[in-house]
T-cell receptor
Framework: RKEVEQDPGPFNVPEGATVAFNCTYS??????FFWYRQDCRKEPKLLMS???SGNEDGRFTAQLNRASQYISLLIRDSKLSDSATYLC???????????FGAGTRLFVKA | GAVVSQHPSWVICKSGTSVKIECRSL??????MFWYRQFPKQSLMLMATSNEGSKATYEQGVEKDKFLINHASLTLSTLTVTSAHPEDSSFYICSAREVSGAGNTIYFGEGSWLTVV
């Protein structure tokens, strides 16, 4: 079983739609959690951290459920520019190794 | 903000030769850096953790004699792909961990495209 698992998609949605991505992690000792965005042939860029209390940044909302070892990302009012691959990222406790999920591809269409 | 720079961005080399990729933290000291590779349409795979002043820690299945990592200073880690083969062609990305009062933040380099012909 992979340490971080995501639905690879692709998700094809129209502009203005709401889309949700899910992610599960297997190591219960994982310490911190993030969503990254990666555009084609570019390096990943931090989208947002994920906190147990849930956090929101504009149209993006992230949730963490430690008991279920589950992370989610909700995108509201999708824009064409949101088309990218979204990576669920988990930092292992102690060594701070960063483990990436396989990514979920999103295509937002006009 | 903090910046991590990789060089070169693109490199083409012949089979059997060695290629060095540099990863530099430009405005912070990074005791720990990480090296990843990414094949087309696949996720980033952690190759190794680079520790300043000590040996790198390699992930299972990664050949340490083939992928040499040196982290000689607090701002520079290098990855050398030795005796490169076409199957080593990939996107290599480094990241560096900045430790500050606000906690730990990971910054990524821009990545290096390696093509072995």
């Amino acid at each position: 079983r992979k340490e971080v698992e995501q639905d690879p998609g692709p998700f094809n949605v129209p502009e203005g739609a709401t889309v949700a991505f899910n992610c599960t992690y297997s190591n219960s000792a994982s310490q911190s959690f993030f969503w990254y965005r990666q555009d084609c042939r570019k390096e990943p860029k931090l989208l947002m951290s994920v906190y147990s209390s849930g956090n929101e940044d504009g149209r993006f909302t992230a949730q963490l459920n430690r008991a279920s070892q589950y992370i989610s990302l909700l995108i509201r009012d999708s824009k064409l520019s949101d088309s990218a691959t979204y990576l669920c990222v988990v930092n292992r406790a102690g060594g701070f190794k960063t483990i990436f999920g396989a990514g979920t591809r999103l295509f937002v269409k006009a | 903000g903090a910046v991590v720079s990789q060089h070169p961005s693109w490199v083409i080399c012949k089979s059997g030769t060695s290629v060095k990729i540099e990863c530099r933290s430009l405005d912070f000291q990074a005791t720990t850096m990480f090296w990843y590779r990414q094949f087309p349409k696949q996720s980033l795979m952690l190759m190794a953790t680079s520790n300043e002043g000590s040996k790198a820690t390699y992930e299972q299945g990664v050949e340490k004699d083939k992928f040499l990592i040196n982290h000689a200073s607090l701002t520079l880690s290098t990855l050398t792909v030795t005796s490169a083969h076409p199957e080593d062609s990939s996107f290599y990305i480094c990241s560096a961990r900045e430790v500050s009062g606000a906690g730990n933040t990971i910054y990524f380099g821009e990545g290096s495209w390696l093509t072995v012909v």
